[in-house]
Structures are given as structure tokens and as C-alpha cells.
């Protein structure tokens, strides 16, 4: 029997009650009224004595922050702002573009003009120039080659990782601005 994948559910947990360890909390009400500074087996009492439950909010706060509300419509609320703050992320993808010595001036065009695609997409551009066998003994020509396809890209961006060597590569990053 084939197991279906299933999308990990984002979590949210707080202490709650009893899970709560420090002497004194401050407690907020409900309605968002504060109940002041208070010991916490009494906070928990409270809590209790009302339906409810003590969740720890705020716990690097001095004394922490707990609130009296319901435990399951709390971490339901949390969960869905979590989603929302998830939604609005910008994603910035790295796109590939790979060069070689012997690269003709119309390709490099080509390539110059898919690197401006990706930059004006928001994406960030990585260029590679793989240097073999012989090409390792001219490595100047080979950065001339990369600042060459640098200029040719119209597109407003930065350049985060200016060309450098490692191995028998030449890498660049540009990002847009």
C-alpha cells in the first residue's frame, strides 16, 4: 500500500497551566485587561475557576506574560497568522547561467538577455565559467570574458559577489536592485 505525502502542518506551542515553572507571571484578562503580577499556581486557579486556560505569551518578558484564554482557539489563531506571515514571504529564487571560454559574442548576447529576465523577475543570478583542460592557463582572458557579459546586462543590479576563482570555476552573483 503506496503512503500519500502529506504537507507538514505548521505548529505553534506555548506552556500552558501547570507547564508554566516560574513563580510570578502577569496576567491578562480576556478582553486584554491586565490582572497584574500574581502567583502563578493562583494565575492557574483563576484560569480554571473560569473555564479556561493560562498560556504563557511573552516568556523572556520579566515577570513573563500569560493569558487567560481557550488553549485550542488561541493555537488556531496563532497557526493562521503564522500561514498569513508564510503568504506574504518574497521567495528570491537563484538562477543559473553558465559561460565558457570559446562562448560566441551572439550567445553571450543571448545569455545577457535571459540574465535581464531573471533580474527584472526578481530573481537572483548566479554565472558560472568553467575553465578546462588548457583554459586554466589564461585565466585573464577568462575574467575579461565574465566582466565582458557583466557590462552586457542592461538590467539595473547589484553586484554581490564580484567575479572570483575557485577551482576551475569563475563565479559571479548578481542581484537586482
Not at 505553534?12 to 491586565?34: F, K, L, M, T
Not at 543590479?157 to 563565479?171: L, R
Request: aromatic share 6%; charged share 30%.
Amino acid at each position: 500500500m503506496l503512503k500519500r505525502y502529506t504537507k507538514p502542518q505548521p505548529s505553534y506551542s506555548a506552556r500552558i497551566n501547570e507547564q508554566i515553572r516560574v513563580p510570578e507571571v502577569r496576567v491578562i484578562d480576556v478582553d486584554g485587561a491586565q490582572l497584574g503580577v500574581m502567583p502563578t499556581v493562583e494565575a492557574v486557579a483563576k484560569a480554571k475557576e473560569r473555564g479556561l486556560d493560562l498560556v504563557e505569551v511573552s516568556p523572556k518578558a520579566s515577570p513573563p506574560v500569560a493569558k487567560l484564554v481557550n488553549y485550542d482557539k488561541f493555537r488556531y489563531q496563532q497557526i493562521k497568522l503564522l500561514q498569513q506571515q508564510k503568504k506574504h514571504q518574497k521567495k528570491i529564487d537563484v538562477k543559473g547561467i553558465r559561460l565558457s571560454i570559446r562562448t560566441g559574442p551572439h550567445d553571450l548576447e543571448f545569455k545577457a538577455k535571459r540574465a535581464d529576465e531573471f533580474l527584472k523577475s526578481g530573481d537572483k543570478v548566479k554565472i558560472d565559467m568553467m575553465l578546462r583542460g588548457r583554459e586554466r592557463a589564461n585565466v585573464a582572458f577568462a575574467f575579461e570574458q565574465v566582466r565582458k557579459f557583466l557590462t552586457m546586462i542592461t538590467v539595473p543590479h547589484v553586484v554581490e559577489v564580484p567575479p572570483k576563482k575557485m577551482g576551475n570555476m569563475i563565479n559571479a552573483f548578481l542581484a537586482p536592485k
